[in-house]
């Protein structure tokens, strides 16, 4: 079974900062994807950015980037010129690619919780 | 192009009694997922519904807990005999296929269990 750990619950990060969430993933399978949610204090879950396991390539979205290290397993999420409405709760997530059942459930760490200090 | 919808948005019930938490997917998305987040931790799976069938339920409690999804309507997630364990904030989501199509959720239900 696949397991995503987030080893930081708490971070904080000066407004117009850069931060750096963590994500590491544990998997036997070579093709999946990962995506960050962003959980604010609506409860509503807002997807932030997705990687494709077959691309080398690290995906951007505007502020957002992640650094995607397929060997070590590790799925960062950067998180440049820090915003107060970045404030949130923010999972990882681990989909497979493989088979009808098992190709469909989202796996989530346990969640790093943002702080943006003015 | 409405979201996906949940009712009701919070939700009462006493120990013993039932729960049914609804969830209007996207319109055009046949696929429902149903997952749990207690207090302090993330989401975890339940139930993958497609419409008239249950694809993957190994995440839902063998007991007291059912979901369907029927051709008309909303998928339905119900919880009988409810317990102070079962108070959780449960999400939809909704995709039009699998793989890398995107799962968008919906704003959760809020159960509290008295």
């Given at each position: 079974a696949?397991?995503?750990?987030?080893?930081q619950?708490?971070?904080?990060?000066?407004?117009?900062e850069?931060?750096?969430?963590?994500?590491?993933?544990?998997?036997?399978?070579?093709?999946y994807?990962?995506?960050?949610?962003?959980?604010p204090?609506?409860?509503?879950?807002?997807?932030?950015?997705?990687?494709?396991?077959?691309?080398?390539?690290n995906a951007?979205?505007?502020?957002?980037s992640?650094?995607?290290?397929?060997?070590?397993?590790?799925?960062?999420?950067?998180?440049?010129?820090?915003?107060?409405?970045?404030?949130?709760?923010?999972?990882?997530?681990?989909?497979?690619?493989?088979?009808?059942?098992?190709?469909?459930?989202?796996?989530?760490?346990?969640?790093?919780?943002?702080?943006?200090?003015? | 192009?409405?979201?996906?919808?949940?009712?009701?948005?919070?939700?009462?019930?006493?120990?013993?009694?039932?729960?049914?938490?609804?969830?209007?997917?996207?319109?055009?998305?046949?696929?429902?997922?149903?997952?749990?987040?207690?207090?302090?931790?993330?989401?975890?799976?339940?139930?993958?519904?497609?419409?008239?069938?249950?694809?993957?339920?190994?995440?839902?409690?063998?007991?007291?807990?059912?979901?369907?999804?029927?051709?008309?309507?909303?998928s339905?997630?119900?919880?009988?005999?409810?317990?102070?364990?079962?108070?959780?904030?449960?999400?939809?989501?909704?995709?039009?296929?699998?793989?890398?199509?995107?799962q968008?959720?919906?704003?959760?239900?809020?159960?509290?269990?008295?």
């Open positions: 696949q397991t995503v750990t987030q080893s619950p708490e971070m904080s990060v000066q407004e117009a850069t931060v750096t969430l963590s994500c590491t993933y544990d998997t036997s399978e070579s093709d994807y990962l995506f960050w949610y962003k959980q204090p609506s409860r509503q879950m807002i997807l932030v950015i997705r990687q494709e396991a077959y691309k080398q390539q951007t979205e505007n502020r957002f992640v650094n995607f290290q397929k060997a070590a397993k590790s799925f960062s999420l950067k998180i440049s010129d820090s915003q107060l409405g970045d404030a949130a709760m923010y999972f990882c997530a681990y989909r497979s690619a493989r088979g009808e059942t098992s190709g469909s459930r989202l796996t989530f760490g346990e969640g790093t919780q943002l702080t943006v200090n003015p | 192009n409405a979201g996906v919808m949940q009712n009701p948005r919070h939700l009462v019930r006493r120990r013993g009694q039932e729960a049914r938490l609804r969830c209007s997917p996207m319109k055009g998305h046949s696929h429902v997922y149903w997952y749990r987040q207690l207090p302090e931790e993330g989401l975890k799976f339940m139930v993958y519904l497609q419409k008239e069938n249950i694809i993957d339920e190994s995440g839902m409690p063998k007991e007291r807990f059912s979901a369907e999804f029927p051709k008309e309507g909303p339905i997630l119900r919880i009988q005999q409810v317990v102070r364990g079962d108070s959780a904030a449960y999400f939809c989501a909704s995709s039009h296929g699998q793989g890398a199509n995107e968008f959720f919906g704003p959760g239900t809020r159960l509290t269990v008295l």
